[in-house]
């Protein structure tokens, strides 16, 4: 069956680094998505990305996160100047269509130092 | 943001038996409702699925009831398995937009052999 990659699996970082988030989504798939899970949290929707564009983004999708998609299979997360809040796993997902359940990554844990 | 809640962080059920994991939500606008699986250091895997305009969704062991009136829908696994021993997330969508998904905080089901 067909999977989401994500690396790396996890991310060690100095606070104020940028950090990359990479997720090679189901080849076949339209939409993308970004979420996050603190320690001990629910899973968070960061943002949605279609046709090569956000589509929607949740107010922690400040202007310190970008995604983009820069070529036909990746699918990236970047964070500029990360935080020690920014600390979690991150999970990519990704849907065939509008009425399609989401299939996730395995997510990369990102530890910010 | 309470918008789903799972009011029960953890339920033991013995092999054979049928687990049962309750969810309710406050969003009236969302009409999908979806079950998720994970294991440890797994991105959430796609269970199964129920649109607002059913109040039961069957796939093989597991069976989703909806309650539209109580804003409640609950998750059944006839029989428990070992390998069902999981967390389990519910999580919901609003028609329209880009599918942006609002969880749970999960339920750990531990099933007994």
């Known amino acids: 069956e067909p999977e989401v990659t994500q690396t790396p699996s996890h991310q060690v970082t100095q606070m104020g680094q940028e950090v990359i988030l990479r997720c090679v989504p189901i080849s076949n798939h339209l939409y993308f998505y970004w979420y996050r899970q603190i320690l001990g949290q629910k899973v968070e929707f960061l943002v949605s990305?279609?046709?090569?564009?956000?589509?929607?983004k949740s107010e922690i999708f400040d202007d310190q996160f970008s995604v983009e998609r820069p070529d036909g299979s990746n699918f990236t997360l970047k964070i500029r100047s990360t935080k020690l809040e920014d600390s979690a796993m991150y999970f990519c997902a990704s849907a065939g269509g509008n009425n399609q359940p989401q299939h996730f990554g395995d997510g990369t844990r990102l530890s910010i130092l | 943001d309470q918008q789903v809640k799972q009011n029960s962080p953890s339920l033991s059920v013995q092999e054979g038996r049928i687990s049962i994991l309750n969810c309710d939500y406050t969003n009236s606008m969302f009409d999908y409702f979806l079950w998720y699986k994970k294991y440890p250091a797994e991105g959430p895997t796609f269970l199964i699925s129920?649109?607002?305009?059913?109040d039961k969704n069957e796939d093989g062991r597991f069976t989703v009831f909806l309650n539209k009136s109580a804003k409640h829908l609950s998750l059944h696994i006839v029989p428990s398995q070992p390998g069902d021993s999981a967390v389990y997330f519910c999580a919901a969508r609003t028609s329209g937009g880009y599918q942006k998904v609002t969880f749970g905080i999960g339920t750990k089901l531990q099933v007994i052999p």
């Open positions: 129920i649109s607002s305009i059913k």
């Open positions: 990305f279609y046709n090569n564009e956000i589509s929607e």
